[in-house]
């Protein structure tokens, strides 16, 4: 199964032991991500650092796990998808998602109901994609 992870989803798993980061480890899944997502979590790494209660090395580690597992994909490797998925997202800010999506013709693993509201990628919550595995 391919999905595209959310930012929301990842930052979900880091912040505490759960059902979604279980998923996030499942062999049945062949995630993948926008690139500007790194840059997210660096921006805040120290928040979640103290949600967490982690020390910088163990975020490092964690970063570096989520990297083996997650495919970061290039922006230019799907940016010809951008038109369609400007058309198609109903949030501005999710607009890279879609675009990766369309390019992996894959679905998006996000909790954000208003994804849902489009008929042309499927949009998965964490309980749906539970229920698939």
Not at 52 to 58: D, G, I, K, L, V
Not at 86 to 113: M, T, V
Request: net charge negative; glycine share 2%; proline share 2%.
């Amino acid at each position: 199964m391919i999905l595209v992870i959310d930012a929301n989803v990842l930052f979900s798993a880091l912040i505490k032991n759960s059902l979604t980061a279980e998923l996030i480890f499942n062999e049945d899944i062949n995630l993948y991500t926008c690139e500007f997502i790194i840059d997210e979590f660096f921006k805040h790494e120290q928040e979640i650092m103290e949600k967490t209660h982690r020390t910088r090395e163990q975020f490092i580690t964690i970063m570096h796990q989520l990297k083996e597992i997650i495919t970061v994909v290039p922006k230019e490797e799907y940016s010809k998808f951008m038109i369609e998925a400007e058309q198609i997202s109903p949030d501005e800010n999710d607009i890279l998602y879609f675009a990766l999506a369309l390019r992996l013709k894959g679905a998006i693993w996000s909790n954000d109901k208003r994804l849902k509201m489009q008929d042309k990628v499927k949009v998965y919550n964490t309980g749906d994609v539970m229920k698939m595995i």
